[in-house]
Protein backbone atom coordinates (compact mmCIF):
# COMPACT_ATOMS: atom_id res chain seq x y z
CA UNK A 1 0.00 0.00 0.00
CA UNK A 2 2.90 2.24 0.51
CA UNK A 3 3.22 2.68 -2.93
CA UNK A 4 0.21 3.49 -3.67
CA UNK A 5 0.40 6.61 -0.91
CA UNK A 6 3.47 7.77 -2.39
CA UNK A 7 2.35 8.30 -5.83
CA UNK A 8 -0.72 9.79 -4.94
CA UNK A 9 1.37 12.28 -2.63
CA UNK A 10 3.47 12.82 -5.35
CA UNK A 11 0.56 13.91 -8.08
CA UNK A 12 -0.46 15.91 -5.22
CA UNK A 13 2.49 17.98 -4.45
CA UNK A 14 4.48 18.16 -7.01
CA UNK A 15 6.59 20.99 -6.26
CA UNK A 16 8.43 18.75 -3.55
CA UNK A 17 10.20 15.97 -5.98
CA UNK A 18 12.92 16.87 -7.85
CA UNK A 19 12.51 18.47 -11.58
CA UNK A 20 12.99 15.20 -13.23
CA UNK A 21 10.40 13.67 -11.79
CA UNK A 22 7.96 16.56 -11.55
CA UNK A 23 7.55 16.27 -15.11
CA UNK A 24 6.65 12.51 -15.25
CA UNK A 25 3.71 12.98 -12.51
CA UNK A 26 2.54 16.31 -14.07
CA UNK A 27 -0.95 15.53 -15.16
CA UNK A 28 -1.33 12.44 -14.24
CA UNK A 29 -4.02 11.07 -12.43
CA UNK A 30 -4.13 9.85 -8.52
CA UNK A 31 -4.79 6.12 -7.51
CA UNK A 32 -8.36 5.47 -6.47
CA UNK A 33 -11.63 4.07 -7.66
CA UNK A 34 -14.59 5.92 -8.94
CA UNK A 35 -18.14 4.77 -7.16
CA UNK A 36 -21.07 6.88 -9.11
CA UNK A 37 -20.34 10.28 -8.28
CA UNK A 38 -17.55 9.13 -5.80
CA UNK A 39 -14.01 8.74 -6.18
CA UNK A 40 -12.60 6.51 -3.43
CA UNK A 41 -8.87 6.96 -2.43
CA UNK A 42 -6.83 5.86 0.55
CA UNK A 43 -6.32 8.53 2.69
CA UNK A 44 -2.27 8.70 3.72
CA UNK A 45 -3.58 9.79 6.87
CA UNK A 46 -4.94 6.30 7.95
CA UNK A 47 -2.22 5.00 7.12
CA UNK A 48 -3.67 4.02 2.86
CA UNK A 49 -6.39 2.02 4.05
CA UNK A 50 -9.40 2.32 2.45
CA UNK A 51 -11.89 1.67 5.05
CA UNK A 52 -15.77 1.63 4.54
CA UNK A 53 -18.24 1.48 7.86
CA UNK A 54 -21.68 1.25 8.23
CA UNK A 55 -22.80 3.06 11.01
CA UNK A 56 -26.31 2.13 12.70
CA UNK A 57 -28.20 3.80 15.74
CA UNK A 58 -26.40 3.70 19.16
CA UNK A 59 -29.46 2.58 20.81
CA UNK A 60 -30.42 -0.83 19.69
CA UNK A 61 -33.22 -2.68 21.53
CA UNK A 62 -32.61 -6.37 21.54
CA UNK A 63 -35.33 -8.88 21.49
CA UNK A 64 -34.69 -12.36 21.67
CA UNK A 65 -35.37 -16.21 23.17
CA UNK A 66 -32.62 -18.04 25.16
CA UNK A 67 -32.16 -21.06 27.58
CA UNK A 68 -29.14 -21.83 30.17
CA UNK A 69 -28.34 -21.27 33.85
CA UNK A 70 -25.96 -18.57 35.13
CA UNK A 71 -24.20 -20.46 37.35
CA UNK A 72 -23.85 -24.42 36.58
CA UNK A 73 -26.22 -26.71 39.04
CA UNK A 74 -24.18 -30.15 38.41
CA UNK A 75 -20.55 -29.76 37.36
CA UNK A 76 -17.78 -26.74 36.86
CA UNK A 77 -18.95 -25.62 33.16
CA UNK A 78 -22.29 -24.95 31.79
CA UNK A 79 -23.50 -23.40 28.92
CA UNK A 80 -25.81 -20.55 27.96
CA UNK A 81 -27.42 -19.53 24.47
CA UNK A 82 -29.86 -17.39 22.92
CA UNK A 83 -31.28 -16.05 19.45
CA UNK A 84 -32.34 -12.92 18.82
CA UNK A 85 -32.24 -9.59 16.89
CA UNK A 86 -30.69 -5.89 17.66
CA UNK A 87 -33.56 -3.33 15.85
CA UNK A 88 -30.60 -1.21 14.54
CA UNK A 89 -32.77 1.38 12.81
CA UNK A 90 -31.02 2.54 9.04
CA UNK A 91 -27.79 1.89 8.43
CA UNK A 92 -25.52 4.52 6.94
CA UNK A 93 -22.12 3.72 4.74
CA UNK A 94 -19.94 5.99 5.35
CA UNK A 95 -16.05 5.75 3.12
CA UNK A 96 -13.42 8.19 2.63
CA UNK A 97 -13.53 10.01 -0.59
CA UNK A 98 -11.13 12.14 -2.63
CA UNK A 99 -12.52 15.32 -4.18
CA UNK A 100 -10.62 16.66 -6.92
CA UNK A 101 -12.05 20.07 -6.94
CA UNK A 102 -10.73 21.22 -3.44
CA UNK A 103 -7.94 18.48 -3.18
CA UNK A 104 -9.11 17.31 0.31
CA UNK A 105 -9.62 14.10 1.64
CA UNK A 106 -13.23 13.36 3.17
CA UNK A 107 -15.41 10.47 4.79
CA UNK A 108 -18.51 10.87 3.42
CA UNK A 109 -21.88 8.98 3.76
CA UNK A 110 -22.72 6.85 0.30
CA UNK A 111 -26.06 6.97 -1.28
CA UNK A 112 -27.99 4.96 -3.67
CA UNK A 113 -28.80 8.09 -6.10
CA UNK A 114 -25.34 9.36 -6.28
CA UNK A 115 -23.24 5.64 -5.82
CA UNK A 116 -25.18 4.83 -9.16
CA UNK A 117 -24.73 1.00 -10.80
CA UNK A 118 -23.74 -2.04 -8.49
CA UNK A 119 -22.51 -0.07 -5.66
CA UNK A 120 -26.02 1.65 -5.73
CA UNK A 121 -28.35 -1.04 -5.24
CA UNK A 122 -25.98 -2.80 -2.86
CA UNK A 123 -26.12 0.36 -0.32
CA UNK A 124 -30.09 0.43 -1.40
CA UNK A 125 -30.81 -2.91 0.03
CA UNK A 126 -28.11 -2.80 3.06
CA UNK A 127 -30.63 0.71 4.08
CA UNK A 128 -33.52 -1.55 4.05
CA UNK A 129 -32.49 -3.68 6.52
CA UNK A 130 -33.54 -2.64 10.06
CA UNK A 131 -32.76 -5.90 11.94
CA UNK A 132 -29.51 -7.77 12.63
CA UNK A 133 -29.57 -11.11 13.58
CA UNK A 134 -27.88 -12.34 16.76
CA UNK A 135 -26.66 -15.58 18.11
CA UNK A 136 -24.54 -16.04 21.34
CA UNK A 137 -23.55 -18.83 22.83
CA UNK A 138 -21.35 -18.81 26.36
CA UNK A 139 -19.46 -20.49 28.44
CA UNK A 140 -19.79 -20.15 31.63
CA UNK A 141 -17.64 -21.51 35.12
CA UNK A 142 -18.73 -22.04 38.70
CA UNK A 143 -15.42 -21.27 41.06
CA UNK A 144 -15.45 -23.45 44.26
Known amino acids: MKPVIQWNEAVLNPHSLPIAAQQYVQGQEIIGAELGDY???PDPAD??????TIEVSSFRPYLGIGMG??????GRIGCQFDLGVQFWGTPKVYAPTYDKATGKYLRQQLTDEHAGGDGGDIIKTISKIPVYPTL??????RIL
Open 39 to 41: FIA
Open 47 to 52: NGNVKA
Open 69 to 74: RAVPRN
Open 136 to 141: NLRLVG
